[in-house]
């Protein structure tokens, strides 16, 4: 007897079908998976043979094999143990035949007891089911949530094999799972962390963040020690836009494929704040691993990655960063093949301008020679700098301000302003697939970055002057747009121009 159900591989954050074939023979009893399976579907042998026979079933005595088809195309992870078990099932007769199991898809991974368990990656491959116009998915109980994220699939919780069963069986119907309509109401009671309020002073410090939040600029902070800087980075979570939908699915996909998502909320509408510490390796950055998993920079897509101590960071380990900079996606290659993941991050940098860490400290000293400074700036190299749009100086804090008793502008109030002007970007893109302004190449900055002559005179000084790059040209331009739609202006005036210039790269470039 042979029978066939479908299932479903997760290649990057893509899903393929995948087809398990089982057949039946009289011989030895044995029980084989063939199709490039691993170590965990290998096992998955044992735990369908418990979860069947723990759920009532009977485990055929016979020659039994199961085929994952296409063979060419690498499967891991528990995810083919329902199919299979499935599969066992209907091959040996154990269901309905009237039930037409192959136009199903299974997803799962199975205890010994015929329970189902949370399983990773569900989210992208119902998005596949959708695609592929399958119907009806069956997926773990707990992960119902997160495949209901995708409309048109009629999705089954499934707690048990024996419940799985006596559904196909017609004995006992599995109530469809009702998604709830009001998932994306919790944005409000979203916890932010840090408030700007608690930081005291650096008005312009904020401002530039503000800046940066709206416009999805990269910055770097530099400054001697204490002065406040990872504390400033770490109110970045409150104060940046919401994501919109499309942007919400992008990410809880990545974050579906590295388990990570927590099963009572199953949709990231939080835009991630990473910050990984400057010891990482490579592939903990850009993603990598015998089986290739998404590292920090695609984990952080759709919001900002921190790196603190930008210096101590490996050389090599930042050089990585270029590239996705650029293109917004890393391409990780390996034998078995290629991977692409998404990594569109807003990157923020913190960095002390010299080993001590207090050069043009107004108050105290610098103790570095100029070697050092030289050598300890040079770990960051020019290219990388270049492509951080946006670099301020984090001084230290007065006496005055510290204890200055006087309410300061909460994050909210700053949010609700980067959300307007991020509207108005997601508004003047639409039909494309720009976001924000800092996205924007060469063609687009001469359509949408529409300059007053005044602002234009203030261009042409500051490029002969300050002897602008024509990459630095495009920065202030770009700079220039996003200050102009915080003020809520159509075209760029001199004053949006003069303040963008003022963010232009001071070290290295
Ligand atoms: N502007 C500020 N307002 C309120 N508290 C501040 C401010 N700046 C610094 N602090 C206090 O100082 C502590 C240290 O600040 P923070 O860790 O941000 O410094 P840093 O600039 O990152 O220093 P380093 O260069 O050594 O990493 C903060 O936890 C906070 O308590
Ligand atoms: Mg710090």
Same mark, same amino acid.
């Given at each position: 007897?042979?029978?066939?159900?479908?299932?479903?591989?997760?290649?990057?954050?893509?899903?393929?079908?995948?087809?398990?074939?089982?057949?039946?023979?009289?011989?030895?009893?044995?029980?084989?998976?063939?199709?490039?399976?691993?170590?965990?579907?290998?096992?998955?042998?044992?735990?369908?043979?418990?979860?069947?026979?723990?759920?009532?079933?009977?485990?055929?005595?016979?020659?039994?094999?199961?085929?994952?088809?296409?063979?060419?195309?690498?499967?891991?992870?528990?995810?083919?143990?329902?199919?299979?078990?499935?599969?066992?099932?209907?091959?040996?007769?154990?269901?309905?035949?009237?039930?037409?199991?192959?136009?199903?898809?299974?997803?799962?991974?199975?205890?010994?007891?015929?329970?189902?368990?949370?399983?990773?990656?569900?989210?992208?491959?119902?998005?596949?089911?959708?695609?592929?116009?399958?119907?009806?998915?069956?997926?773990?109980?707990?992960?119902?949530?997160?495949?209901?994220?995708?409309?048109?699939?009629?999705?089954?919780?499934?707690?048990?094999?024996?419940?799985?069963?006596?559904?196909?069986?017609?004995?006992?119907?599995?109530?469809?799972?009702?998604?709830?309509?009001?998932?994306?109401?919790?944005?409000?009671?979203?916890?932010?962390?840090?408030?700007?309020?608690?930081?005291?002073?650096?008005?312009?410090?904020?401002?530039?963040?503000?800046?940066?939040?709206?416009?999805?600029?990269?910055?770097?902070?530099?400054?001697?020690?204490?002065?406040?800087?990872?504390?400033?980075?770490?109110?970045?979570?409150?104060?940046?836009?919401?994501?919109?939908?499309?942007?919400?699915?992008?990410?809880?996909?990545?974050?579906?494929?590295?388990?990570?998502?927590?099963?009572?909320?199953?949709?990231?509408?939080?835009?991630?704040?990473?910050?990984?510490?400057?010891?990482?390796?490579?592939?903990?950055?850009?993603? *990598?691993? +015998? =089986?290739?998993?998404?590292? #920090?920079?695609?984990? @952080?897509?759709?919001?900002?990655?921190?790196?603190? &101590?930008?210096?101590?960071?490996?050389?090599?380990?930042?050089?990585?960063?270029?590239?996705?900079?650029?293109?917004?996606?890393?391409?990780?290659?390996?034998?078995?093949?290629?991977?692409?993941?998404?990594?569109?991050?807003?990157?923020?940098?913190?960095?002390?301008?010299?080993?001590?860490?207090?050069?043009?400290?107004?108050?105290?000293?610098?103790?570095?020679?100029?070697?050092?400074?030289?050598?300890?700036?040079?770990?960051?190299?020019?290219?990388?700098?270049?492509?951080?749009?946006?670099?301020?100086?984090?001084?230290?804090?007065?006496?005055?301000?510290?204890?200055?008793?006087?309410?300061?502008?909460?994050?909210?109030?700053?949010?609700?302003?980067?959300?307007?002007?991020?509207?108005?970007?997601?508004?003047?893109?639409? *039909?494309? +697939? =720009?976001?924000?302004?800092? #996205?924007?190449?060469? @063609?687009?900055?001469?359509?949408?970055?529409?300059? &007053?002559?005044?602002?234009?005179?203030?261009?042409?000084?500051?490029?002969?002057?300050?002897?602008?790059?024509?990459?630095?040209?495009?920065?202030?331009?770009?700079?220039?747009?996003?200050?102009?739609?915080?003020?809520?202006?159509?075209?760029?005036?001199?004053?949006?121009?003069?303040?963008?210039?003022?963010?232009?790269?001071?070290?290295?470039?």
């Amino acid at each position: 007897m042979l029978a066939k159900v479908q299932s479903c591989a997760v290649i990057g954050l893509e899903g393929a079908l995948v087809e398990v074939e089982v057949d039946l023979s009289n011989g030895l009893a044995a029980f084989t998976i063939v199709g490039l399976p691993d170590a965990a579907i290998n096992e998955s042998r044992e735990r369908v043979r418990s979860a069947i026979k723990n759920s009532g079933g009977l485990f055929p005595y016979k020659r039994i094999i199961a085929n994952l088809a296409p063979a060419d195309l690498r499967k891991e992870g528990p995810a083919y143990d329902l199919p299979i078990a499935i599969g066992v099932l209907a091959a040996s007769g154990q269901i309905n035949p009237d039930t037409n199991v192959e136009e199903c898809l299974f997803l799962g991974e199975l205890s010994l007891d015929g329970s189902l368990r949370h399983t990773n990656g569900i989210l992208p491959m119902v998005a596949l089911a959708c695609e592929k116009k399958v119907k009806t998915v069956f997926v773990p109980a707990a992960d119902a949530m997160e495949a209901a994220l995708i409309e048109g699939v009629t999705i089954y919780p499934v707690e048990t094999l024996g419940q799985l069963i006596a559904h196909l069986n017609d004995e006992r119907q599995i109530e469809p799972f009702i998604p709830n309509p009001h998932i994306l109401d919790n944005v409000e009671n979203v916890y932010y962390g840090q408030d700007m309020a608690s930081v005291r002073g650096q008005e312009h410090v904020k401002r530039t963040l503000e800046v940066a939040a709206s416009g999805g600029h990269n910055i770097l902070m530099s400054g001697p020690p204490g002065s406040g800087k990872t504390l400033l980075a770490r109110t970045m979570p409150s104060i940046l836009p919401r994501m919109v939908i499309e942007e919400a699915l992008d990410v809880t996909k990545i974050y579906s494929v590295s388990g990570m998502l927590p099963s009572d909320m199953p949709l990231v509408l939080q835009r991630p704040f990473r910050s990984p510490h400057h010891t990482t390796s490579h592939a903990g950055l850009v993603g *990598g691993g +015998r =089986i290739p998993r998404p590292g #920090e920079i695609s984990l @952080a897509h759709r919001g900002v990655l921190f790196l603190d &101590e930008l210096p101590e960071f490996g050389q090599n380990v930042l050089e990585v960063l270029r590239q996705p900079l650029e293109d917004k996606v890393v391409t990780i290659s390996r034998a078995q093949g290629t991977i692409t993941y998404p990594a569109n991050f807003m990157l923020v940098g913190a960095m002390n301008p010299c080993p001590c860490g207090f050069l043009n400290d107004p108050v105290k000293e610098c103790t570095c020679s100029a070697t050092a400074i030289t050598r300890y700036q040079k770990r960051i190299s020019g290219p990388l700098l270049d492509r951080i749009d946006i670099h301020v100086e984090v001084p230290r804090v007065d006496y005055e301000k510290l204890a200055d008793k006087r309410q300061v502008e909460n994050s909210e109030t700053i949010r609700k302003r980067v959300q307007v002007a991020r509207d108005r970007q997601v508004q003047r893109f639409k *039909g494309t +697939r =720009i976001t924000c302004n800092a #996205e924007m190449g060469p @063609a687009e900055v001469r359509t949408f970055c529409e300059v &007053e002559p005044s602002a234009e005179k203030l261009m042409k000084a500051a490029m002969q002057q300050l002897h602008l790059s024509a990459r630095a040209y495009h920065r202030v331009l770009k700079l220039a747009r996003t200050i102009a739609d915080l003020a809520g202006s159509d075209v760029i005036a001199a004053n949006h121009v003069a303040e963008a210039i003022q963010y232009r790269p001071r070290m290295g470039v």
